[in-house]
């Protein structure tokens, strides 16, 4: 662990920003994500890169629009009432296929809620708030190493699919400390030159234009079946999912995030109890993982899904279990971190879990 | 050291109830093990308690919570009242006898009073209270190699706070000594 640093995971994050490339950063604050903003506004400064508090987060998420128009690297990050806000300017970049990141750090809603950590806004990240066709690339890390793994990444993502990709972790991952490598090596991908940026006109002759308004529909459907192509093959390229202890298991657990951790431990207490209990760990939400759902074993008792909500990932695991399997599930609300032991007695009762 | 071992500190905001967790945090991660630190950050930390949470493990971490801590250290009776019955058996609880002068009934194996703001006091700063608990923690877990937590410490101090290097290491060899004596131990 010699190259590990101790930090925080907002730090943590800020300085992923960094390696990843991010040349402008909009904010504004709120709690429990302030110090991603904090560590950037000291270290875009020094860097000679943008750093911009704004007036609000709709001013922020249409700064991020602005400067991704432009062909740079650009991020925001706000937790649940502050994401809520940005909906509109995510649809625009989708719509205008804009490249950018989005951290949300999680915290108990709805409204303007609490300040714990919470996975209650799996919903607003995967299925979205801003109108039209379109899907977030989301990824949920359950630690800081895999949140800087994936942020690295992200701007790769973006750039590739000219689409808004978000981070999404709950607040507990925001402010705890773990010892992290910065320097792991991120999957190289071709990125093709941004042509397409409002970013003068050398270079080429003619205006590039950024806008998702088409008045004709067909030309309008034309560009959603595009779109359409870009997820589809985001689908194909981009899901990500761990599987733990998934050889024959008598049930399956279904998490991710903090919550993910949490069931790792009370697999081990299950373990000792001598029941054999695997978990299918979605990292990315959208896309949601499809194949290890089909490959889960038919005498598998059930399905428990696990979340720091009352229930909305569950939604995709019904989608993908379409039926074959019991699902129960368990959750805690309003900013609770479950401990292991109410995992392990809500496995111990899974009948009494049974949602289906 | 244990394969995995859960550690609570709370007291006041400014006790230096974070500085310590972290301090345990750093100085893990310095000799190589695991190590997570999980801050409360609610509004109790104003003016209320303060606490963290710390694991320290051989292994990578799992769980960031636990229902029962292996080690208890507690700067004021609110947090004794609060997590004294999050304690598991065979824990250990060290508790600031200069503001709890009646703790009662802690079911942990080891329960050590120790005098942390009379003996900062005595060595001139109310503020290195934190460090004399430290040094009490350190010497009855047997947790960290002194020179470790000599470099931790001075990297947390930085430039700017050097000059407090040395009151700071008085008081947790202080808080060892208040161990080694064995005097405010009981079973």
Known sequence: ?356 | MNDSVNIKVAGFGGQGVMMFGQMLAYAATEEELFALWVPSYGPETRGGTANCSVIVAKKPINSPVFQKADRLVAFNLPSLEKFRDKVEKNGIVLYNSSLIKEPGAISASTVLAVPANDVALSLGNIQVANMVMLGAFLEVTGMFLPATVEHILQKLLGERKAHLMPINLAAIAAGRDLVKNGASSHA
């Open chain 1, 1 to 356: 662990m010699a190259n590990k640093v101790l930090m925080k995971g907002n730090e943590a994050i800020a300085l992923a920003a960094v390696k990843g490339g991010v040349e402008a950063y909009f904010g504004y604050p709120i709690t429990p994500q302030n110090e991603v903003s904090e560590y950037l506004s000291k270290y875009m400064f020094e860097q000679g890169r943008v750093f911009l508090q704004a007036e609000s987060e709709v001013a922020a998420i249409n700064m991020v629009y602005g400067a991704a128009a432009s062909g740079k690297r650009v991020m925001t990050s706000s937790s649940s009432p502050g994401i809520a806000l940005k909906q509109e300017g995510i649809s625009y970049l989708a719509g205008s296929e804009l490249p950018a990141v989005i951290v949300s750090v999680m915290r108990g809603g709805p409204g303007l809620g609490g300040i714990q950590p919470s996975q209650a806004d799996y919903y607003q990240a995967t299925r979205g708030g801003g109108n039209g066709d379109y899907h977030t690339i989301v990824f949920a890390p359950e630690s800081i190493q895999e949140t800087v793994d994936v942020m690295k990444e992200a701007f790769d993502v973006a750039d590739y699919y000219r689409n808004p990709v978000m981070v999404l972790v709950d607040g507990l991952i925001g402010q705890m400390m773990e010892a992290v490598d910065f320097n792991r090596p991120v999957t190289k991908r071709f990125l093709p030159p941004k042509d397409w940026a409002a970013g003068g006109m050398n270079g080429h002759s003619g205006r590039n234009t950024i806008c998702s308004l088409y008045l004709d529909p067909y030309e309008l459907e034309a560009h959603n079946l595009k779109l359409q192509k870009k997820y589809q093959a985001a689908i194909q390229n981009e899901t990500k999912f761990e599987l733990v202890n998934m050889e024959d298991p008598d049930y399956v657990i279904v998490a991710y995030g903090t919550m993910a951790r949490v069931v790792r431990s009370a697999i081990e207490i299950l373990t000792k109890k001598k029941l054999n209990v695997g978990m299918i760990r979605p990292i990315s939400v959208w896309p949601f993982p499809k194949a290890p759902f089909k490959a889960i074993n038919r005498n598998c008792k059930g399905i428990l899904v696990c979340e720091m909500s009352l229930g909305q990932m569950l939604d995709d695991v019904r989608i993908m279990n379409n039926g074959a399997l019991p699902v129960g599930f368990f959750g805690r609300a309003g900013g609770i971190v479950p401990e292991p032991e109410e995992v392990v007695d809500a496995i111990l009762h899974f009948e009494q879990r049974r949602v289906d």
